[in-house]
Structure formats: C-alpha cells, structure tokens
C-alpha cells in the first residue's frame, strides 16, 4: 500500500470527522457491562489523534454525545458525562503539550455548572494548539443549522443584515463562526452506513467511509486504510470528471448518463 503521507493530491486531507459506534457492542461481546466499552473508546481517541497527526492530519471531529443520547438509560447518561468530565480533567494538560486545541460543540444546555466551566477551561488552557479536535457533545446536525437560522434572523432583525443577501456562502459562513468547517472524510465505525443527524450541513460533499470494526478496534491501522481509501477516489464537487460542469439537460436525459 503507498503511504497516504507521501501522495500529492489536489485535495490532501486535513479534516477528518468520526462517528464512533459500537462501543456497547465491543462491551457485550467480552461480557462486560456497556460503560466498559466506552471507556475503552475514550482510550482510543490519544492513539486516533497521534494516528491523524502522522497522516498530516490537521483537524479531527468526534461524534462523542449526540442530542438524542439524552434518551439512553439514565445510569448509561450519567456514565457517559462522567467520562467526558473525566477525560476534560484527565486529558487537558496533555493536549495542551501535544499542540491541539479542543473545541467542544454542542447544546451544553443539559450540563451542569461545573462541567460548564470545566469545558471552558480546557478550552482555554487549549487554545493556542495548532492542530484542532472538536468535540460534539450534546450535539445534533439539525440543532446545528436551526441555531445559525436563530443567529441569521438576529442579524437581520439587527440591521447588520439583509434577508436578500442570505445564501449558502452566508450560511455557511455563520455556521463556521462557532461550529465546524466541512470535514474531508468522515468515518463511521461497527458497519453502520448512516450519518445519524451528525453534521448534515457540512457533510454535503465529504467522502464517506465505513469501517466494519466497532470504535474501541480502531486502531492506527484502521485509520490508514481510511486514509488510502480517500485518496484512491476522486472528488468531483458536482462536476464532471474532467472537472467541468455537464451541460443542460434535456428533459427526460439522465444526469449520471
């Protein structure tokens, strides 16, 4: 396999987005309860940022809570924030002088006080890494864009805005003030083909790729082959291959013709 590192691509990959699943079933197929399992893939994000790092990887995003988790039995929620808290507190120092930059991105709504300021003082202490790891917690793709919606009519409404200038540019802009730009690739792990409400707006042209091993599995390797993979296809952004847009279509003309 050529080494993804050394491959000189119009598109190179700087962005990568991860929906990491399975960690209830990794615990249930070794007899182990489920907050085992997600101990086990909070582990699995050092090896993934160092991973990334080596592949010239610059900006990871992990899908670590989502809004409807909230669902989940209460001791699995109650779990779940003890991990994130624990991780914060555990984790900052060396991210700091490892250069990344946590981000976290999500409602926070349902957190507590502590964990609030926890959150931004990681954030802080952070701040000046170069590499960047955005974290959604408590997050959801169409909470996402109906927020930039709210932010939008605000600016309107202000006078700083007018409602005839809004366009995707626009959008997109708002959505980048404080969320997250478009991720090249975005992997799924456990063999689950679906985004699961996870960045609809920014994924709109991402390569997708799906790894059948569930998350704590997800070793260097496996991001390898994920990185190989994108590299072997050929992002067109709605153009042709030859990079040039089709023309009109008659009607009743296929457009993948």
């Known amino acids: 396999m050529a080494d993804p590192v050394s491959i000189v691509s119009p598109h190179p990959l700087k962005h990568v987005a991860i929906i990491m699943d399975g960690n209830n079933r990794w615990a249930k197929q070794r007899g182990l309860g489920g907050i085992a399992g997600h101990e086990a893939g909070v582990e699995r994000i050092r090896d993934t940022l160092t991973a990334a790092k080596e592949n010239n990887i610059d900006t990871v995003t992990l899908f670590a809570f989502s809004s409807e988790n909230w669902d989940r039995p209460e001791l699995e929620v109650r779990g779940l924030m003890s991990l994130f808290s624990s991780y914060l507190k555990k984790e900052a120092k060396a991210l700091r002088d490892d250069g990344v930059r946590l981000k976290v991105v999500?409602?926070?709504?349902?957190?507590?006080?502590?964990?609030?300021?926890l959150i931004s003082d990681t954030e802080t202490m952070t701040a000046?890494?170069?590499?960047?790891?955005?974290?959604?917690?408590?997050?959801?793709?169409?909470?996402?864009?109906a927020r930039t919606a709210q932010t939008i009519v605000t600016e309107v409404q202000m006078g700083r805005l007018r409602s005839s200038d809004?366009?995707?540019?626009?959008?997109s802009k708002y959505m980048r003030q404080d969320g997250i730009p478009d991720p090249d690739l975005c992997i799924r792990t456990a063999g689950e083909q679906r985004i699961s409400n996870f960045l609809l707006w920014q994924l709109a042209y991402t390569e997708l790729y799906f790894a059948d091993c569930y998350w704590p599995d997800f070793d260097a390797k496996a991001l390898e082959l994920a990185v190989a993979e994108y590299y072997?296809?050929?992002?067109?952004f709605g153009l042709r291959e030859d990079g040039i847009n089709a023309p009109e279509l008659d009607p009743g003309e296929s457009a993948h013709a």
Do not use: A, M, P
């Not at 999500?106 to 300021?117: E, I, M, P, Q, T």
């Open 106 to 117: 999500g409602s926070r709504s349902h957190f507590s006080d502590r964990l609030k300021r």
């Open 166 to 171: 809004i366009n995707e540019d626009i959008f």
């Open 232 to 236: 072997s296809r050929q992002r067109r």
């Open 128 to 145: 000046s890494g170069k590499f960047t790891l955005y974290l959604c917690v408590d997050y959801g793709g169409r909470w996402d864009i």
